[in-house]
Each structure stands twice: as C-alpha cells, then as structure tokens.
C-alpha cells in the first residue's frame, strides 16, 4: 500500500442555503489530524468535500496533488468511515469486508486471503461468517475498519464513527485506528467532538468555527494551554456538556 497521501482545500467554498463555507487548509500526509469546532461548523462537509460527496462551489480539492475537484467518490484515493459504519445487514462479515475490493464479490484467492488478514488485523477472526446484527457496535465498526485495510487508499475519513461506544470501547477503537495509521502511513482526517479522542491520537489540530478555518497546528501545543482562545472556550465548553452527561446517565 502506497504511503499517505497530503490533502489540500484551496479556497474551497460550500453553502447550504445561507450558511456560506468556506476552507483554505492544507493537511500534512501520513499524519492524524483531528477536526474539531462547534456544532454546524463544517466538520462533516468538509470530509465530504475530500470525499467527493459534496463538490465546492468555488475553489479546488487536492489529494496528493491531483486536482480531484470533479473526481467522483469512487475515483478518490480515499476511505470513509461513517458512525453508522455502512455495512450491509445481508451480508456476512467477510463479503462487507470483501466488498472493499470488489463490489461483485467476485474475489481472487489472493483478495480472499487479504480479507481474512483484514479481519485477523482488527480481531474479528473467527466471526467472517457472522451477520452484522450479531455483533457488538465495536465489532461493527471493526467490520468498517477491516474494509478500510482491503481497499488501501493513502486517506482515511472519520466522521465521529466512535461517538455511540462507551468510554473504554471508544479508546481501543481509538488505538486500533492509531495502530493501523502506524502500520500503513495512511493520512488520516478525524472528526470529533471529544478533546480527550483528540488527544490520544491526533498529531495536529485543525479548529473550524463559523464555516471557516479558524486555527490549525500541532495537537501538543492545543492541549498544552497554549491553543488559541476560541479553542479552549470550545474544549471548555465540550468538557462541561460531557459531565453533564455523565451526571443524567447516573440518575437514570
């Protein structure tokens, strides 16, 4: 698998309605980034801008330095994971896996066997003939991770896939993510919502307010106290909201 690959926003302008966006950011490659800022920021418009989900209305989408801008989704060097994870209820875990390399399933030996590596890699052997319902969340999203390993594209997409897991889950989801990163170079964009995410496994920050960039740099200097102040107002904030949280599920 080739290594990562950088990913640039060049002046990249969307809009729903009257809520203008706007993204100028360049994203280093084989490194993690996390993606944080408030609620309607553009978190998830602007992965679905590198995806090819959505297609700016001005300015230019790069991967590796290809203009990608007019590319679809299927032509992108990119993986998605969603926190709905996409898989498909009728299909065992190997066929969801298998459809990474082939939409027909129509696999050789040696994409079968890179399948059951795929899987042996996020600790699911021994499940491939397992429906999706017969799983746990985290081994869902370890079906979509698996996928992830088999298609080998230089950039991986999350949009918050671990928002729903508890604490501990969300944390050796976390670690796989960061083991694989580490494995493969890939170049990863994370969405998230949760500092202490951020924190474990994201080398560089980049803060988006207002449907703009409002500060990008290194993950240690953001959560070392010396991020800008809109920032720590937002982990602040976000810190507040989860305890409050933790308080309702205790009561109930």
Not at 101 to 129: D, F, N, W, Y
Request: a neutral charge.
């Amino acid at each position: 698998m080739s290594a990562g690959a950088a990913v640039e926003l060049d002046r990249a302008a969307f809009s729903y309605g009257a809520a203008p966006l706007d993204f100028d950011v360049a994203f280093a490659a084989g490194r993690v980034t996390a993606i944080m800022g408030p609620s309607g920021s553009g978190k998830s418009t602007l992965l679905n801008l590198v995806a090819g989900f959505e297609t700016p209305q001005a300015g230019r989408v790069l991967i590796g330095g290809r203009d990608v801008t007019t590319d679809p989704p299927s032509r992108r060097p990119v993986s998605m994971v969603f926190q709905e994870n996409n898989l498909f209820a009728h299909l065992s875990v190997e066929d969801n896996v298998g459809l990474g390399r082939s939409p027909s399933l129509k696999l050789t030996a040696a994409e079968r066997a890179a399948v059951e590596e795929a899987l042996a890699r996020t600790g699911l052997a021994g499940k491939q003939k397992r429906l999706p319902r017969e799983l746990s969340g985290g081994e869902r999203q370890r079906v979509a991770l698996a996928r992830v390993l088999v298609r080998e594209r230089p950039v991986l997409l999350l949009d918050e896939p671990f928002a729903s897991l508890g604490p501990a889950l969300r944390q050796d989801m976390l670690d796989l993510v960061a083991g694989l990163q580490a494995e493969r170079a890939m170049t990863v964009l994370f969405v998230t919502h949760q500092p202490e995410d951020a924190r474990r496994i994201a080398e560089a920050v980049v803060f988006l307010e207002d449907g703009k960039v409002a500060a990008t740099g290194q993950a240690e200097t953001f959560f070392g106290g010396a991020g800008p102040e809109a920032f720590q107002r937002y982990i602040g904030s976000e810190a507040a909201s989860g305890r409050s949280r933790d308080v309702a599920r205790k009561r109930t």
